[in-house]
């Protein structure tokens, strides 16, 4: 069965320095979401993204965020600075169609420690 | 008014009984509502979705019933199993695919 696949499964990293995310979403799909989900919290959204440019994105995306797909399997979530208050799970999903369904499968996550 | 409010936080249930999972929104403009099933240390994974042009949608053990007036809809687990102790998330669509997600419920069935 496809699925969503993110690497690395965790991150640690300085406050101040880039991240750089990863995710292969599944292969037919059209739509790509990240989603992050703080310890013990619900899942929020951050960003939608179809044809090469963001769709919607959430108030916690700001400009320290970025997405990007590099080539024609890979989708990525950029934190350019990171904050100790970036610490979270990441997740990435993706959906066939918005129009037909609006399924979002998501990946396993990446969670990112900012110490 | 984009918030979806889940309840309970928490659940205990014995095996074989009923698990019922309750959420509330406030936005008409959501369109699609889905339940997802969480595992510690995976991702949250599509259980069951309905849209509020429909009442009840049953998948196996799980039922979502919806009620559009009150802006209310619920997961319904049947027979519930050790195995669903899990975290249950309701959500629901709203433009651009965006899905603002419940606070979760935290299930856990007793053998």
């Known amino acids: 069965e496809p699925e969503v696949t993110q690497t690395p499964s965790h991150q640690v990293t300085q406050m101040g320095q880039e991240v750089i995310l990863r995710c292969v979403p599944i292969?037919?799909?059209?739509?790509f979401y990240w989603y992050r989900q703080i310890l013990g919290q619900k899942v929020e959204f951050l960003v939608s993204?179809?044809?090469?440019?963001?769709?919607?994105k959430s108030e916690i995306f700001d400009d320290q965020f970025s997405v990007e797909r590099p080539d024609g399997s890979n989708f990525t979530l950029k934190i350019r600075s990171t904050k100790l208050e970036d610490s979270a799970m990441y997740f990435c999903a993706s959906s066939a169609d918005r129009q037909v369904s609006y399924e979002q499968y998501f990946g396993p996550g990446t969670r990112l420690t900012v110490t | 008014q984009q918030q979806v409010k889940q309840s309970p936080q928490s659940l205990i249930v014995q095996k074989g009984g009923i698990s019922i999972i309750n959420c509330a929104y406030e936005?008409?403009?959501?369109?699609?509502f889905p339940w997802y099933q969480q595992f510690p240390g995976k991702g949250p994974a599509l259980l069951i979705a309905i849209r509020p042009d429909v009442s009840e949608k049953k998948e196996g053990r799980f039922t979502i019933s919806f009620n559009k007036s009150a802006k209310q809809f619920s997961l319904h687990i049947m027979d519930s199993q050790p195995g669903d102790s899990a975290t249950y998330f309701c959500?629901?669509?709203?433009?651009?695919?965006?899905?603002?997600f419940g606070g979760g419920t935290r299930l856990m069935v007793k053998p």
């Open positions: 936005n008409t403009a959501f369109d699609y």
């Open positions: 993204f179809y044809n090469n440019e963001i769709s919607e």
């Open positions: 959500a629901a669509r709203s433009a651009g695919n965006m899905l603002t």
């Open positions: 292969s037919n799909h059209l739509y």
